[in-house]
């Protein structure tokens, strides 16, 4: 990881220094990916989508739900319009090797509660090699996200840490 920021104007100006291409935006879910991406997005005048956007309601997953041809013709369009695309949602290295595609710039956006300490550890700690005593009583979405950071460890290797605090009221 290069850069680890909660300025948002700072990862603008390092979107910025791109030039161009896309962006992507990983981390936990509910870690605040989308409002993240948005807003990069209004600064720099460029595309932003969503995978959720994407998804297949009431599969219970999320990489076996994305309609892939649908994305990947919305990238192309995005890519016409702007010299950034950027893109936000979970499991996204997973969805990118899916897609053959690169990202010019990672960023993986972590949740902290207020004591400074990561809102979904044990996501986090999957990228260790930690796996949660409780595993078994996770959903199947929660399951596919734990074994999505052990296998493409999106953390460690995002070029940008966005941190961001979450609000009482989260």
Do not use: W
Not at 43 to 62: W, Y
Not at 70 to 85: G, H, K, P, Y
Not at 97 to 108: F, G, K, Q
């Amino acid at each position: 990881m290069s850069l680890e920021t909660a300025d948002v104007e700072v990862l603008a100006h390092r979107v910025r220094e791109m030039g161009n291409g896309l962006i992507t935006f990983d981390g936990c879910m509910l870690a605040g990916k989308t409002t993240l991406m948005r807003e990069i997005a209004r600064r720099l005048g460029a595309q932003g989508l969503d995978l959720d956007d994407f998804v297949e309601k009431q599969r219970g997953v999320f990489v076996p739900a994305l309609r892939l041809e649908d994305l990947t013709a919305a990238i192309r369009q995005a890519r016409a319009r702007s010299d950034f695309v950027l893109l936000s949602g979970i499991c996204m290295r997973e969805v990118l090797a899916l897609l053959e595609l690169d990202s010019r710039l990672t960023v993986y956006v972590q949740a902290n509660n207020r004591e400074g300490m990561p809102d979904d550890i044990d996501l986090i700690g999957a990228e260790a090699g930690r796996y949660p005593e409780l595993i078994d009583s996770f959903g199947k979405l929660e399951v596919e996200c734990f074994s999505y950071h052990a296998r493409f460890r999106p953390r460690d290797g995002a070029d940008v840490l966005f941190i961001r605090t979450l609000e009482e009221d989260e």
